[in-house]
């Protein structure tokens, strides 16, 4: 899998999958902008990396803020060539009752509102390109959704349909579109998925639904996510691909 050169921007890239995908992508050759919210973790990310990589603050449930990253991104590396949309957040596994409305409101924002932001700014560009590629971070939770965690699971479905939904629309204009759906995973998200503390005894409770026998991993998804951005992968689009260990069998 070769990415050479090929411009990436990878959201939520100051830790988790987003991290995981960024390296993984820079080890293939590609120029990396690493975007999330918090500045300080993306310019740690960018720095270790080092190479074409570069650090974007930027809040991705905000148009004006989508605006400026890609503008950047434009103006420092070139027209990207692979989205990722990682970043993600959840509200707390338990009774549904106990969901805030700001929770809500601030699932989809990240989740799914992130993503008609980044697509309306980048899809043009990769269509007067000529081609591009966008991988949208979805969930097993959109497919097999965990009692607890009713909006969350609700927004990864969003993500799951509108990937298939965007790979249609955008077939003319040669942009491929694919989602991943990991399974619940070794990140800072953690704890929240559980709703219980991280402990190895609570960790085994859902291990023991994963038919491989553990959390996914960010080199998991990363290593998914360069597949479907390099060329392996030019006849496949619309795909809805689990890397959850056998999670939704």
């Not at 988790?16 to 310019?43: L, P, S, Y």
């Not at 990682?86 to 106990?98: F, Q, S, Y």
């Not at 479907?228 to 890397?243: H, K």
Request: charged share 20%; glycine share 12%; net charge neutral.
């Amino acid at each position: 899998m070769n990415l050479q050169n090929r411009v990436a921007i990878v959201t939520g890239a100051g830790g988790g999958f987003g991290e995981g995908i960024a390296r993984r992508f820079a080890r293939e050759g590609a120029k990396v902008a690493a975007v999330d919210m918090r500045g300080e973790a993306a310019e740690r990310v960018a720095r270790e990396i080092g190479g074409g990589a570069i650090a974007i603050a930027a809040d991705v449930g905000d148009a004006a803020s989508v605006a400026r990253a890609v503008s950047e991104t434009v103006a420092r590396l070139g027209t990207p060539a692979i989205l990722v949309n990682n970043a993600g957040v959840t509200h707390r596994n338990g009774p549904i009752l106990d969901v805030t409305e700001q929770d809500f409101d601030r699932v989809f924002r990240v989740n799914v509102k992130s993503i008609f932001f980044f697509v309306r700014e980048v899809a043009p560009l990769m269509r007067d390109a000529g081609s591009g590629t966008i991988i949208n971070i979805g969930s097993t939770a959109g497919i097999r959704p965990r009692p607890g965690l009713t909006w969350y699971n609700a927004s990864k479905g969003a993500v799951n349909l509108v990937s298939k939904s965007l790979a249609v629309e955008l077939a003319p204009w040669k942009i491929r579109v694919n989602v991943i759906c990991p399974v619940m995973g070794e990140t800072g998200l953690l704890q929240d998925f559980m709703g219980v503390a991280d402990t190895p005894e609570n960790r085994a409770r859902f291990i023991a639904t994963i038919p491989l026998g553990r959390l996914s991993r960010p080199e998991d998804i990363a290593a998914a996510a360069a597949f479907l951005a390099s060329d392996d992968a030019a006849m496949i689009t619309g795909t809805e691909l689990p890397v959850d260990g056998g999670r939704c069998v």
